[in-house]
């Protein structure tokens, strides 16, 4: 492990400008993927600058029934917050499907959505990887890529996006709220993270001399079927093979409104906006489902080891559509 340099901001500002005056400088806030990722040498900052004395904590229901959530909450209070197990459901399933009771006690919100993929060539420093070392190579494309992506991906990279509690922000739909030397702005975060493409290297849309400091939820959808199915190769403390978060309105059996997302097979947090589409209007049975969860892989492209994430998707998607009509009011 690299030796750093050690600071707390005590303010935004100073946040921001320490950031400005060391680039090779990170935030750390809970420390669960910063400080492992330090010690594998993965991440090499010169300098971390804890952030946990700013004013970033609370959760606040905004006049237009959005919920603003502040980027250091951590995801176990965030999980049992009583506005987001009664509205967001979704929300609080995913982080609870996620990692332990410690490492939720400790990450937090701006941290979960920055959190670093778990592929193991990245975390592994002897292997070629694009996303660590630009240039590098991959080596989970012709290496063992039973983990990852089928959605997404490109020739330089494949490795997944991580995150349960993402895939709940995506259905959802989110705003970030980001502080940098200008002030405060907002960015929708369905285009926050970014696709590999050639640049895997970067994977989000924050500035160098930016931090997270809030995020807004939509307002939520009323009444509201719910479901979060996780697949994964143990029961507990295991990321996913495929996981997809479902939300549907219902009138009468019918669809009124329908969100669709998916973790574990994809790069980035990854919204069906066709498979959505399919599902308005239409009754909320089998047929449906299926469909929409074939429009929603109809992209996939499967790598040599993992085609069976493919199938695992869709019977996730199906599930938990079927899940969401049985948990509507
Ligand atoms: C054993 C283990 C199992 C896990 N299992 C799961 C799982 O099943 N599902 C899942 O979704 N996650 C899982 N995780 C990941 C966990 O959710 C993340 O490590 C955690 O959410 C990161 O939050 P943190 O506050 O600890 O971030 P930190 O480690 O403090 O920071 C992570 C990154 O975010 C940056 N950052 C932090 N705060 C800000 C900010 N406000 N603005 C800008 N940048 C910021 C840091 O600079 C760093 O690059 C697991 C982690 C561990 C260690």
């Known amino acids: 492990m690299k030796p750093f340099a050690f600071s707390r901001a005590d303010s935004l500002e100073t946040a921001v400008e320490y950031r400005q005056a060391e680039p090779n400088s990170a935030f750390v806030a809970g420390g669960t993927t910063l400080l492992d990722l330090t010690k594998l040498d993965v991440m090499r900052p010169s300098r971390v600058i804890d952030i946990n004395a700013l004013p970033l904590e609370g959760i606040e229901r905004l006049g237009d029934d959005r919920l603003r959530i502040g980027a250091l909450v951590t995801n176990a209070e965030l999980a049992r917050h009583p506005a987001v197990r009664e509205d967001y459901p979704l929300l609080a399933r995913a982080i609870l499907a996620g990692a332990s009771t410690q490492v939720r006690n400790m990450a937090t919100t701006a941290g979960n959505i920055m959190q670093r993929t778990r592929c193991p060539y990245f975390r592994d420093v002897a292997a070629a990887c694009n996303k660590r070392q630009p240039g590098s190579g991959c080596d989970a494309i012709g290496g063992i890529n039973r983990m990852h992506a089928v959605l997404g991906g490109s020739e330089a990279c494949v490795a997944v996006h991580p995150s349960d509690m993402c895939v709940a922000l995506a259905a959802i739909g989110t705003t970030l709220t980001l502080h940098g030397p200008q002030g405060e702005r907002e960015i929708d975060f369905a285009d926050f993270h970014r696709l590999p493409g050639t640049t895997p290297h970067l994977e989000h849309m924050l500035g160098d001399d930016e931090l997270i400091v809030a995020i807004t939820l939509d307002p939520p959808l009323r009444p509201l079927g719910t479901a979060y199915l996780k697949l994964r190769d143990r029961a507990s403390y295991e990321f996913a093979l495929a996981s997809a978060g479902a939300m549907l309105s219902l009138d009468d059996g019918m669809i009124g409104e329908a969100r669709l997302a998916l973790g574990g097979v994809a790069t980035r947090p990854w919204r ?25 892989l109809a992209e996939a492209q499967p790598l040599s080891h993992n085609a069976f994430k493919v199938v695992l998707a869709r019977q996730a998607i199906v599930r938990a559509l079927r899940d969401a009509r049985e948990g509507h009011p």
């Open 272 to 296: 069906c906006h066709e498979a959505e589409a399919l599902l308005v209007g239409r009754r909320a049975e089998e047929a449906a489902f299926t469909q929409a969860a074939d429009a929603a």
